[in-house]
């Protein structure tokens, strides 16, 4: 795991390009402590930095940037192939000779000798590289299939940029920084910025699972390799037959093999383990791999509510982990918000970024790998929305549009409080908290059109983003409209095809890179593999979810490993008591961001709704915790990083 960069800009000056790229990658020095590279081609007007992580071949033969054998290819390099040892072997039978025993050279000779375009659809891992083709005067810039590794690219002037992190772009003096409205719109509404976008007008993510090359003439052209609506389709025009014990069999198979290949490291390695069953699954079939003690890290916190800290250590004891646990306090956490405008240089708003972050640095201290169950929900129906979607549509989709818009404007007429009055009659103890918030949340839903309607109103927070950024225009970042969409009718398959290309890798794999990568921790995800994603939109939906019950198949699997009763129970978020901090501990840093003469005068955002939905909040009307911490994360990243507002 490694941070990379690099400019391409024919007939610049040699000197100062290479002072660039040196700047570019000292930025980046968090996701490689272990040791930097320059390259440079100064009659070709390109340059590459690398920072490593030394994961494996620690020797000096997996040092980056790296030159093919044929010297034709130069390449910087993230992430980690796991299925290098098959590549190896079969570029060996073919009659290539390697120098070490990196993944590194094992991708840059297969790029060589196989082609870019034949080559990304062999690999199984996490990825993005920048490769430089000195016979043909070629950049290609490529992405792993789902988004586990960011790559950003952009243009400063005539140079084109490329980075692991925004943050390196502002080292090229030409760097634009005019902010894009438009993405922040999105953002808004969903706690982050959607691919391709970035905050920047003309900064770009590149789209997992494609390449990117850029031209000689200044022209680009970007190619998929993979995509989760073609995988999906196709897993399902071959699905499983066999029986449920037969599947459960192949899923405990299947995961074993991804697990084993990715705990192929030279350096310490372990296993985030929130006792959840994403997590318990992926560290039991990792203790099933080996006689020692695979280390094992949660972090717990002392309100009840938000502490998974306890099942994780019944899991353990269970399987026999080495197992590390830290208990948080309030301040513990608290402390990392002025941080987090810095480790997430594009706005994130997901607030399990704060646990995320302390777990990862509780466990790097003790090793340098760890696995991560993320992806398990998307894949087996974990989430909770998808059984509130499907419920909610079943009881109002009978309903004529008409109707539904004139029942959820009815309800939206008596104001919040007015509806908290009218429950008082209730006695407390039947009485739910927030009435008022819960009837207007219920309206929303009740008002909309259509199935992907209630979707797109479950994952977002601000409901007219738009109108809180002066000329903005939201763009749609939901793939509803994707021709692919008519092959899942199934409402929760919908669901689930939309989250494993917005919301998982806009949020949750951004959410684990930044964190971990911040202190210097790798972190893998097992679920994530192809061959896992494919398998599991191969099974048939009963094998997923049974009623309110979501990850059927996986639940089996880890029944073989770990006692049911450790495992059932509510599912819980990776959250931190966000509504309760903003009016407590966190009001006068709130309160600083969110002042309104502060917004008036940056001249993006219109301060009306957020100091209207601030007071709501304070006085305990409604809870605004996720759209305000939306409006908050913006504004500490606009004090932090350089931008210009036109």
Not at 294 to 321: M, N, W
């Amino acid at each position: 795991m490694c941070g990379i960069a690099g400019i391409w800009a024919p007939n610049s000056d040699a000197s100062m390009m290479r002072d660039i790229v040196q700047g570019m990658t000292d930025s980046l020095y968090r996701r490689g402590p272990d040791g930097d590279g320059i390259w440079q081609d100064a009659q070709a007007g390109v340059a590459f930095g690398h920072r490593r992580l030394a994961i494996v071949d620690l020797s000096a033969a997996g040092h980056q940037p790296m030159i093919s054998a044929n010297g034709r290819f130069a390449m910087t390099y993230n992430g980690e192939i796991y299925n290098f040892p098959q590549l190896r072997k079969e570029l060996e039978d073919e009659g290539v000779q390697f120098r070490g025993h990196s993944d590194s050279e094992v991708l840059l000779e297969a790029l060589g000798h196989w082609g870019i375009e034949s080559t990304l659809p062999r690999l199984d891992g996490m990825f993005a590289f920048g490769l430089w083709d000195n016979l043909k005067r070629q950049l290609h810039l490529a992405r792993d299939h789902i988004g586990i590794k960011p790559l950003y690219w952009g243009r400063a002037g005539t140079a084109v940029l490329f980075a692991s992190e925004l943050k390196a772009f502002h080292l090229h003096p030409e760097f634009d920084t005019r902010l894009n409205k438009d993405a922040i719109s999105s953002f808004l509404r969903f706690n982050y910025i959607p691919q391709p976008a970035t905050i920047y007008q003309n900064t770009h993510k590149l789209t997992p699972g494609t390449f990117a090359t850029f031209h000689q003439d200044g022209r680009h052209t970007v190619s998929t390799y993979w995509s989760a609506f073609d995988a999906a389709i196709a897993a399902r025009e071959a699905p499983f037959e066999g029986t449920e014990t037969q599947a459960v069999d192949a899923l405990e198979s299947l995961l074993g093999e991804t697990v084993r290949s990715q705990m192929i490291s030279d350096v310490p390695l372990g296993a985030f383990l929130s006792g959840g069953i994403d997590s318990s699954a992926i560290v039991a079939l990792m203790q099933a791999e080996q006689t020692n003690k695979v280390r094992t890290f949660s972090i717990g916190f002392h309100e009840e509510e938000y502490d998974e800290a306890k099942h994780a250590k019944a899991v353990a004891e269970h399987l026999g982990t080495e197992h590390t646990e830290l208990y948080v306090t309030a301040n513990d956490a608290l402390n990392v918000v002025p941080d987090l405008a810095d480790m997430f240089d594009e706005p994130l708003a997901d607030s399990s970024q704060i646990p995320t972050y302390l777990v990862s640095h509780m466990t790097r201290e003790h090793v340098t790998v760890s696995l991560s169950g993320d992806g398990g929900d998307e894949l087996f129906g974990g989430y909770n929305r998808y059984f509130w979607a499907r419920d909610i549509w079943k009881r109002i989709g009978w309903a004529p549009p008409g109707v539904r818009r004139a029942a959820a404007l009815g309800i939206k007429t008596v104001s919040p409080a007015a509806w908290d009055m009218v429950a008082a009659i209730v006695p407390d103890r039947y009485r739910p908290p927030q009435v008022g918030d819960k009837a207007h949340k219920l309206a929303g839903l009740i008002g909309c059109e259509n199935r992907d309607a209630v979707y797109r109103h479950l994952v977002s927070h601000w409901g007219t983003p738009d109108q809180m950024v002066p000329g903005a225009r939201e763009p749609d970042a939901m793939f509803s409209d994707h021709p692919a969409m008519a092959s899942f009718s199934d409402f929760t398959e919908r669901m689930q095809i939309l989250d494993l290309q917005t919301y998982l890798p806009g949020d949750i794999l951004t959410k684990v890179d930044r964190s971990s990568m911040h202190t210097s921790l790798e972190a893998r995800v097992p679920y994530l593999s192809p061959s896992l994603i494919s398998f599991a939109w191969s099974l048939p939906p009963q094998l997923k979810i049974r009623g309110n019950i979501g990850k059927w198949i996986l639940r089996e699997v880890l029944y073989r490993h770990v006692p049911q009763e450790l495992i059932e129970r509510p599912k819980m978020g990776f959250g931190v008591p966000i509504a309760h901090w903003l009016r407590g501990p966190l009001r006068p840093w709130a309160e600083h961001l969110l002042d309104e003469k502060r917004m008036r005068d940056q001249g993006l955002l219109d301060p009306r709704p957020i100091r209207k939905a601030w007071d709501e909040h304070l006085s305990g009307k409604r809870n605004w915790q996720y759209h305000l911490w939306g409006v908050l994360m913006l504004q500490a990243w606009l004090t932090r990083w350089p931008h210009t507002i036109d």
